[in-house]
C-alpha cells in the first residue's frame, strides 16, 4: 500500500471517516491520532503525537495484545481485535450511559515507499450499540425460549398425569360416575356399566340406574352416608353396598365421591366419584374375620395355658432355687461337721472301748457293749454318708495298692455263701484265666463295691443263682494296662425301667424294697455308682422286673504293676505288740482328746507326757526328751504346725519323730505332713490305728499268734479223723461260744465281733471244720467295712451253722 | 501432484510451527486451554476436495475465515469449520454455556479472530520458509459451501493443500475437527523450497 504519495498530511482523509483511527510506529510512537479518536478519548492529537502509546494504554505490553501487534509489524499480516474477546482495545466512555465503550479492531499494515518501514493502522469501530442489542435480543430470545420449553415441559406433564389417571383408573379396575344432583342425569363411565356385567348402552345414565341395581338391605345405610355428604356435613362421601349384576350376583362396591359444586343456598348440584369392586376383599375379610374370631380364641386358651405353665415353673424355679439352696446347705454342713462329729465320736466309741477292759460288773459291761455298737453303727452310717457327700465334693481320693482281685472275690464269696446256700441259689465264678494276679487298684472301695452290689443281689434273689464273671476285655492293649469288667448277674426279682436310674441316686431305694424286709440306707448304689466313676470306670444296669438284674463294673485302664509284690496284710492286730519302755508327749489342747490316747496306751509300758499347746510342747520336749511326740494341729497359743518346725529345728529335739493327729479333712494334709512330721493320723483315731503308727517309730516285741489258716480253696473233704472229733466241736459251740455269740449280738461291738470271729477261726482250725472258718471270715471281713447289717445277718446264721454240723454228722 | 514423505514430513513440519505458534497466541487470550493435534496434510485438486469430501459435505452451508495473500506465492487460505465445532470452540474460547447458543454478530467476530490467529501463523511460517512477505487481505468471515469457497476463476485443476486438525479443550470436555484450505499457485515454489529446506537440515 502506498498510502503517502502526494499528501502533505497524509493521514488526514483519516479524520473524515466515523471511527477511531491512529497510526502506531514500530516502536509504539503515534503517529497519527483522527479527531474520533480525540473525540472518544479526549486526548488531543497534539498532545498524544510522538508519544508512546502504552504509557497512555499500559494494557497494551500484555502478551495478548502485544504479540499480535508485532505480527503486524513483523509478517505484516492484519489483524483483527474481536468484542467478543477484546470487548476493546483502547478504553474510552460510551457516550450514552457512561459505561466503557465496546469495540471492533482491525489493524492493517502499511508501508512507507520510501524507506519501507512499517507502520501498523488501527481502525476502531464502536459497537456498543449493537452488541447491546444482540445481548438484548439474545436474553430475550433466551427467555421465550425457556418459556417455549416450559410450556412443552408442562403441557407433556399434564398429557402424561392425563393419560397415566386414566391407566390407573383402568388397573386400578375403578370406575367413574359424574352426578347431576337436580336432575338426576348421571354419566357413567364405561367401566361402571363393564363392572356390573353392562354395555355401557344398555343403562339409562340417570341415578336411577344405581338405585336400581342397589341391594335393597344396604338402601338406607348408603342413603344416610349420601344424604349426610350432600348436605355438607362430611368432608367425602365413602361407603360400601352391594350392586347386582346383570347375571344376578352381588358385587360389594366401594363408592367415594365429592360434591364438587353447590348452589349459592349451599345445595349440591354436582358429584362425581368412583366405584371400585372390593367384593374380593369383602370376603376375604369375612374369612380373615371369621380366622381371627378363632384364632383370637385359641390364643386367649393358650394365654391362659402360658399363664398357668409361667406360673408353674416360677414355682419349680423357686423350688429347684431352694432345693439348690437346700443342696449347698447340706453340703457345707456335711463338710463342716464332718470333723465336729468324727471327734465327739472317737470320745465316746474311744472311752467306751477303755471302759470295757475296766468294767467288770455284767450288766454295765453288756450297756458299754451296746453303746459301742450302736455308736459303730452310728458311725458306719456317718462314714457312708461321709463318703458320699466327700464323692460328691470331689473330696475323696483314692488310694492305690497292689490287689489280687482273686483273694477280694474269695472272700466275697465266703462272706455271702451261707445266705446263698440258705436261700438256695447257686453262687457261681467265673473269672477270666488271663486275669493277672497283681493289679493295681484301691482295695477298700473295690470291696466296697463288690459287698454293695453283690450284697443287693444276694439280697434280692431268693432262688435260681448269681453269677460273678470277671473279664479282661481289652487283652491287646499296652501288656501295662488292662480293661476289667466286673458282672455281677442274678435271678432276682430285677428292677424295673423306671427304677433304673433311680436306684443310683442317693437316699432311694427300689421302689417296691420295703425296708422292713431288706433294710440298708439306700445309700450303697450311689456310693458305687461314684467309686466305680472315680476309678475311671462305669457301672452298666440291664435288668428285667421278676426276671433279674446284672450290674457291669466296667474299669478301664488298670495298671499292671510289673513286679508282683504280696499283698500288704492289712489287717492289724494291736492286742499282739508290747513295746519297750518309753516316752510319750501327748499334745492337745483338748483334755478328752488326751485323756482318750492315754486310754488307748494305758497298758502298754509307755510314760505318757501332757501338753495342751505347742509352745508348752516344745518346753516340755526339750525337757524330757520323750521318743514320740503325738501333736494335734489346731491349738491356742502355738499350733502343730509351727511346734514342728520349731522342735526340728533344733539340735536336741531334730530327731524326736512327729505324729500329727488331726480332724482336718484337707486332702493336702498329705502333703504338708512329711516336710515337718514323720506321720499322720485322721481323727477319729482308733486303738489299733495309734498301735500301729507307733510301732514305726518305737521299739517293741510281737507276740505272734498261732492260728493256722485254712486253705482258702475248696471244701476239704472230711476225714474220718475230724469227723471223729466234731461231736466235741458242738458241745464246744453249744455252751460258751453260744453264750459269748448272745453278747456279741446284743452289743455288736466290733472288736468283740472280731474277737468272737477270731475265736472261731482257731476253733475251726483246731478241728479242722471248714464251713465254720468260712462263716468266721465273712463275719470279719463285715465287720472290717462297719456292715452292721451284714454283721447281724452272718451272725444270726451261727444256729444254723450248728445245725448244718450236727447235720453233717448224721448224714454219714 | 504427489508428494514424497519427505515432502509431506516437512510441509506437516511447516504447518505444525504455524499451528503451535497460533495456539500458544490463542491461549494467552482465553481462559480455556486450547488444544491442537499434528495435522495431516493433503495434496488434493478442487474437484477431488469437492467430490471426496473429506467430512465437509459440500451441499451444507460452512463457517468459513479467508484470507488471500500475493507475494512469490499468492492464493487463498481458508479456515473452515463444521458448525458444531464452530460453535464449541467459540463458546469454549469466550467461556460461554454451549447450550443454547447461536450464532450471532459477536461469535462471527470471535470465530474471524480466532480465524485470523491460526491462518496468520501458518501463513507466517510458509513466508519465513519463503523468506518473502505477503500482502494479506484482511480476514472475511464468510457462510458458503465448500465449492464456493474459492475464487470464481479457480479451476477445478488448481491444486490445494487440505490440511485436517483436530481440537480439544481438555477442562470443557470439548473437542472438534478443523480444516484449512490452501490454494498456492504456483504450488511447486512452495514444494522446491520445502525440498532445499529438508536437504539443508
Not at chain 1, 443287693?456 to 501295662?480: C, M, Q, R, W
Amino acid at each position: 500500500m502506498r498510502v503517502f504519495d502526494g499528501l502533505k498530511q497524509p493521514f488526514d482523509i483519516l479524520d473524515s471517516i466515523p471511527m477511531g483511527a491512529f497510526i502506531l510506529q514500530k516502536d509504539f510512537i503515534v503517529l497519527f491520532w483522527n479527531k474520533q479518536m480525540e473525540g472518544w478519548t479526549h486526548f488531543p492529537r497534539k498532545e498524544i503525537l510522538g508519544t508512546n502509546i502504552t504509557s497512555y494504554y499500559p494494557h497494551l505490553t500484555e502478551a495478548k495484545y502485544l504479540s499480535r501487534i508485532q505480527t503486524v509489524f513483523e509478517d505484516m499480516s492484519p489483524i483483527i481485535f474481536s468484542s467478543q474477546l477484546h470487548k476493546q482495545i483502547i478504553p474510552c466512555s460510551s457516550l450514552k450511559d457512561g459505561s466503557l465503550q465496546i469495540q471492533k479492531t482491525t489493524v492493517t499494515p502499511l508501508t512507507h515507499e520510501n524507506n519501507g518501514e512499517v507502520y501498523a493502522l488501527f481502525i476502531v469501530e464502536d459497537v456498543t450499540e449493537i452488541s447491546r442489542r444482540i445481548k438484548n435480543y439474545q436474553e430475550a430470545k433466551d427467555q421465550a425460549l425457556k418459556k417455549v420449553e416450559e410450556h412443552k415441559t408442562t403441557e407433556k406433564a399434564l398429557k402424561e398425569s392425563e393419560e397415566r389417571f386414566n391407566l390407573v383408573l383402568k388397573a386400578a379396575d375403578i370406575a367413574a360416575w359424574d352426578w347431576d344432583v337436580k336432575t338426576g342425569d348421571t354419566v357413567f363411565d364405561e367401566h361402571w356399566a363393564g363392572m356390573l356385567g353392562y354395555l355401557l348402552e344398555e343403562i339409562e345414565q340417570n341415578v336411577s340406574t344405581w338405585e336400581k341395581l342397589l341391594h335393597p338391605d344396604d338402601k338406607s345405610k348408603v342413603m344416610k352416608v349420601l344424604n349426610r355428604h350432600l348436605e355438607g356435613q362430611t368432608p367425602f362421601y365413602e361407603t360400601e353396598f352391594r350392586m347386582r349384576t346383570k347375571s344376578g350376583e352381588w358385587l360389594w362396591i366401594l363408592v367415594r365421591g365429592k360434591v364438587i359444586a353447590r348452589d349459592k343456598d349451599g345445595k349440591a348440584i354436582r358429584m362425581t366419584g368412583t366405584h371400585l369392586d372390593v367384593t374380593d376383599r369383602k370376603l376375604a375379610e369375612e374369612a380373615l374375620q371369621q380366622r381371627f374370631e378363632e384364632l383370637a380364641k385359641a390364643r386367649k386358651a393358650s394365654l391362659n395355658m402360658m399363664m398357668d405353665l409361667e406360673r408353674a415353673r416360677d414355682q419349680a424355679n423357686t423350688a429347684w432355687r431352694e432345693a439348690e439352696r437346700a443342696n449347698q446347705a447340706k453340703s457345707e454342713f456335711l463338710a463342716n461337721m464332718s470333723h465336729e462329729i468324727r471327734t465327739p465320736m472317737n470320745a465316746i466309741l474311744g472311752f467306751a472301748e477303755i471302759l470295757t477292759t475296766k468294767v467288770k460288773n455284767k450288766e454295765n459291761q453288756h450297756y458299754l457293749s451296746s453303746i459301742i455298737s450302736s455308736g459303730k453303727t452310728l458311725l458306719t452310717l456317718i462314714n457312708d454318708i461321709l463318703d458320699l457327700s466327700k464323692v460328691e465334693a470331689g473330696k475323696l481320693s483314692l488310694k492305690y495298692s497292689v490287689v489280687d482281685i482273686r483273694l477280694i472275690l474269695k472272700d466275697m464269696q465266703s462272706i455271702f455263701s451261707q445266705k446263698v446256700d440258705e436261700n438256695n441259689v447257686n453262687f457261681i465264678m467265673n473269672i477270666d484265666s488271663d486275669l493277672p494276679r497283681a493289679l493295681l487298684l484301691d482295695e477298700t472301695r473295690l470291696r466296697q463295691i463288690f459287698l454293695n452290689i453283690i450284697g443287693n443281689a444276694v439280697k434280692f434273689t431268693e432262688s435260681g443263682y448269681i453269677k460273678l464273671a470277671v473279664h479282661i476285655i481289652n487283652p491287646n492293649k499296652d501288656k501295662s494296662k488292662l480293661d476289667l469288667k466286673f458282672c455281677i448277674e442274678d435271678t432276682g426279682i430285677g428292677i424295673a425301667d423306671d427304677q433304673k436310674e433311680a436306684i443310683f441316686e442317693s437316699f432311694k431305694q427300689h421302689k417296691d424294697q420295703s425296708h422292713s424286709k431288706y433294710g440298708g440306707t439306700g445309700l450303697g448304689l450311689a456310693i458305687t455308682k461314684r467309686l466305680v466313676e472315680m476309678m475311671g470306670g462305669k457301672i452298666i444296669l440291664e435288668s428285667e422286673l421278676n426276671k433279674g438284674s446284672t450290674f457291669s463294673v466296667i474299669i478301664h485302664d488298670v495298671d499292671i504293676p510289673s513286679g508282683i509284690k504280696k499283698q500288704k496284710d492289712t489287717s492289724f492286730d494291736s492286742s499282739v505288740i508290747h513295746f519297750d519302755k518309753a516316752k510319750i508327749l501327748i499334745v492337745d489342747d483338748i483334755s478328752i482328746n488326751r485323756m482318750l490316747l492315754k486310754g488307748y496306751l494305758d497298758n502298754y509300758e509307755l510314760t505318757l507326757l501332757e501338753a495342751a499347746d505347742g509352745k508348752r510342747a516344745i518346753d516340755m520336749a526339750k525337757q524330757f526328751l520323750p521318743d514320740l511326740i503325738l501333736m494335734d494341729l489346731k491349738m491356742p497359743v502355738m499350733g502343730g504346725f509351727e511346734a514342728a518346725k520349731i522342735l526340728k529345728s533344733h539340735a536336741e529335739t531334730q530327731s524326736i519323730p512327729i505324729v500329727i493327729i488331726t480332724a482336718t479333712v484337707r486332702e493336702d494334709i498329705e502333703k504338708l505332713v512329711p516336710d515337718a512330721c514323720d506321720g499322720y493320723l485322721r481323727k477319729p483315731t482308733s486303738k489299733s490305728q495309734v498301735i500301729q503308727v507307733l510301732t514305726r517309730f518305737l521299739s517293741h516285741s510281737i507276740q505272734e499268734k498261732t492260728i493256722e489258716t485254712p486253705s482258702e480253696n475248696n471244701l476239704l473233704p472230711m476225714t474220718p479223723e475230724i469227723m471223729a472229733k466234731l461231736p466235741e466241736l458242738i458241745t464246744v459251740l453249744e455252751g460258751d461260744v453260744t453264750d459269748l455269740w448272745k453278747n456279741v449280738s446284743a452289743v455288736l461291738n466290733i472288736s468283740h465281733i472280731k474277737d468272737f470271729a477270731n475265736h472261731l477261726m482257731s476253733l475251726a482250725a483246731e478241728y479242722q471244720y471248714q464251713p465254720m472258718d468260712l462263716w468266721a471270715k465273712e463275719l470279719v471281713s463285715r465287720a472290717d467295712i462297719y456292715d452292721t447289717e451284714g454283721i447281724t445277718k452272718t451272725l444270726l446264721r451261727f444256729p444254723k451253722l450248728i445245725e448244718a454240723l450236727k447235720a453233717s454228722l448224721t448224714s454219714d | 501432484m504427489e508428494l514424497t514423505s519427505e515432502q509431506e514430513d516437512t510441509l506437516k513440519e511447516l504447518l505444525n510451527i504455524g499451528i503451535g505458534k497460533a495456539v500458544s497466541t490463542l491461549n494467552t487470550m482465553v481462559q480455556s486451554h486450547v488444544q491442537m493435534s499434528i495435522p495431516t496434510i493433503k495434496i488434493l485438486t478442487l474437484d477431488q476436495l469437492i467430490n471426496e469430501k473429506y467430512n465437509l459435505e459440500d451441499d451444507k452451508i460452512l463457517s468459513t475465515v479467508q484470507i488471500s495473500f500475493d507475494g512469490t506465492i499468492s492464493g487463498l487460505a481458508g479456515l473452515i469449520f463444521p458448525a458444531e465445532s464452530a460453535l464449541k470452540l467459540v463458546d469454549a474460547i469466550t467461556g460461554q454455556n454451549p447450550l443454547n447458543s447461536e450464532f450471532d454478530e459477536m461469535k462471527i467476530g470471535a470465530l474471524t479472530e480466532v480465524g485470523n490467529i491460526l491462518l496468520n501463523s501458518v501463513m507466517g511460517s510458509i513466508s519465513n520458509v519463503l523468506k518473502d512477505h505477503f500482502t494479506y487481505s484482511i480476514p472475511q468471515y464468510i457462510e458458503n459451501t465448500v465449492g464456493q469457497l474459492f475464487k470464481p476463476n479457480t479451476t477445478s485443476e488448481e491444486i490445494i493443500l487440505l490440511v485436517e486438525a483436530r481440537f480439544t479443550v481438555e477442562k470443557l470436555k470439548i473437542d472438534g475437527n478443523l480444516y484449512m484450505v490452501f490454494e498456492i499457485g504456483p504450488f511447486e515454489i512452495l514444494v522446491e523450497t520445502v525440498d532445499q529446506l529438508y536437504k539443508e537440515a
